[in-house]
């Protein structure tokens, strides 16, 4: 018997393949020329960034390359983690198109942003293959502090920044990236009571604004989270939980699913007493709300693991454990799994691997140029 194709109406096909998972979607574009000029377009990308389910997945940067890893906790086969894909970044530069060594990336709604080593600055959808240069106005510098973000009319921006110096009061020398005009946008000079230190220059992203832990000199005061509004373009101190007086703040984070500003906090009188934190609302003013998620007492952990300053860790609510990389750039353990009362050590099926960042990705069709 011959085969009939049906030829469906656009606006239901539209309609169905914007409720596929980003990952699927992709696979689908080399089975139909005409799927593949829609799923191109900017305003199917915008319409299934509304529908399509979100598949969590955790970015992993190791030795200077980008992976994309699928860590489903309560199947992890003898404590070992699979990576699922790499992201490939070659070099325009190089005539034998080596990849490019990846110092740092930065996270938003699908869109990474990387700095080099070299100081070049790509940003990329990996799961569409997009890639662009983000060319400098004069030059791009080592210790630079870069944000990735949204205007509330869902346009794409990245801040740079150039802290002069680490004391009070700081000049802080920044300016705006537009994909728009394919420019920056030299915002000025700026005298701050606060600066970020290094250990911490890497902000979290979340609902298109960016945050990071900073200080002052009055050191006795401890961190506190500062965030930048793209839509204002301005800074904001956000309030934060807890007591004050007892206890300190030490690393900031995000939640795998629902992305959410998580934060770290120390007592000072009990100092194996780690709390987390999750922002249940941060209004541009900085207003906050907050509600604890999870206590270890690092007492009570059969296996030794140390909370640093500034480390890197996401939060699982569903099974509401924190994933950590190694303590600082370099850790005989590859990740490890903490809850309430357990630490598991996962390793990576190359033994020599090191992971030196954990983030959440979420696989996304939108366009660099165009946004949502």
């Given at each position: 018997?011959k085969?009939r194709?049906?030829d469906?109406p656009?606006d239901?096909?539209?309609?169905?393949?914007?409720?596929?998972?980003?990952?699927?979607?992709?696979?689908?574009?080399?089975t139909?020329?005409?799927?593949?000029?829609?799923?191109?377009?900017?305003?199917?990308?915008?319409k299934?960034?509304?529908?399509?389910?979100?598949h969590s997945?955790?970015i992993?940067l190791?030795?200077f390359?980008?992976?994309?890893?699928?860590?489903?906790?309560?199947?992890?086969?003898?404590?070992?983690?699979k990576?699922?894909?790499?992201?490939?970044?070659?070099?325009?530069?190089?005539?034998?198109?080596?990849?490019?060594?990846?110092?740092?990336?930065?996270?938003?709604?699908?869109?990474?942003l990387?700095?080099?080593?070299?100081?070049?600055l790509v940003?990329s959808n990996?799961?569409?293959?997009?890639?662009?240069?983000?060319?400098?106005?004069?030059?791009y510098?080592?210790?630079?502090?870069?944000?990735f973000?949204?205007?509330?009319c869902n346009?794409?921006?990245i801040?740079?920044?150039?802290?002069f110096?680490?004391?009070?009061p700081?000049?802080?020398?920044?300016?705006?990236?537009d994909?728009?005009?394919?420019?920056?946008?030299v915002?000025?000079?700026?005298?701050?009571?606060?600066f970020?230190?290094?250990?911490?220059?890497?902000g979290m992203?979340v609902?298109?604004?960016t945050?990071?832990?900073?200080?002052?000199?009055?050191?006795?005061?401890?961190?506190?989270v500062?965030?930048?509004?793209?839509?204002t373009?301005?800074f904001?101190?956000?309030?934060?939980?807890?007591?004050?007086?007892?206890?300190?703040?030490?690393?900031?984070?995000?939640?795998?699913?629902?992305?959410?500003?998580?934060i770290?906090?120390?007592?000072?009188?009990?100092?194996?007493?780690?709390?987390?934190?999750i922002?249940?609302?941060i209004?541009?003013?900085g207003?906050?709300?907050?509600?604890k998620?999870?206590?270890?007492?690092?007492?009570n952990?059969?296996?030794?693991?140390?909370?640093?300053?500034g480390?890197?860790?996401l939060?699982?609510?569903?099974?509401?454990?924190?994933?950590?990389?190694?303590?600082?750039?370099?850790?005989?353990?590859?990740?490890?799994?903490?809850?309430?009362?357990?630490?598991?050590?996962?390793?990576?099926?190359?033994a020599?691997?090191?992971?030196?960042?954990?983030?959440?990705?979420?696989?996304?069709?939108?366009?660099?140029?165009?946004?949502?």
């Amino acid at each position: 018997m011959k085969k009939r194709n049906i030829d469906l109406p656009e606006d239901l096909v539209v309609e169905i393949l914007s409720r596929i998972p980003a990952v699927s979607l992709v696979r689908l574009r080399t089975t139909s020329k005409r799927w593949n000029v829609l799923i191109k377009e900017w305003r199917f990308a915008k319409k299934h960034y509304a529908n399509a389910p979100r598949h969590s997945l955790i970015i992993m940067l190791i030795a200077f390359r980008v992976y994309l890893v699928s860590v489903v906790l309560h199947e992890i086969n003898n404590n070992k983690v699979k990576v699922i894909s790499q992201f490939s970044l070659k070099d325009p530069l190089s005539d034998s198109l080596e990849e490019v060594d990846i110092c740092k990336v930065f996270h938003c709604d699908g869109l990474l942003l990387c700095t080099t080593v070299d100081n070049r600055l790509v940003v990329s959808n990996p799961c569409s293959c997009e890639i662009k240069w983000i060319q400098p106005r004069n030059s791009y510098k080592k210790f630079d502090i870069y944000a990735f973000g949204k205007s509330s009319c869902n346009k794409y921006k990245i801040l740079r920044m150039d802290q002069f110096d680490y004391t009070s009061p700081v000049l802080l020398d920044y300016e705006i990236y537009d994909f728009n005009s394919n420019s920056w946008r030299v915002i000025g000079k700026i005298i701050r009571e606060w600066f970020i230190p290094r250990c911490t220059d890497r902000g979290m992203s979340v609902n298109g604004n960016t945050y990071w832990l900073a200080s002052t000199n009055d050191f006795t005061s401890g961190h506190f989270v500062l965030g930048f509004d793209f839509s204002t373009e301005s800074f904001a101190r956000v309030s934060l939980p807890g007591d004050h007086f007892s206890d300190r703040i030490f690393a900031l984070s995000v939640t795998r699913e629902d992305p959410k500003i998580c934060i770290a906090t120390r007592s000072i009188i009990q100092e194996l007493h780690i709390d987390v934190w999750i922002a249940t609302t941060i209004e541009s003013t900085g207003a906050s709300s907050w509600r604890k998620f999870l206590s270890v007492d690092l007492a009570n952990l059969y296996k030794p693991f140390c909370f640093a300053r500034g480390m890197n860790f996401l939060v699982d609510q569903k099974n509401k454990v924190l994933v950590c990389r190694g303590k600082y750039w370099v850790s005989d353990v590859f990740l490890h799994v903490v809850g309430e009362d357990k630490c598991i050590q996962v390793d990576h099926h190359d033994a020599e691997s090191r992971c030196s960042l954990v983030d959440n990705y979420v696989p996304t069709l939108v366009q660099i140029q165009q946004g949502l």
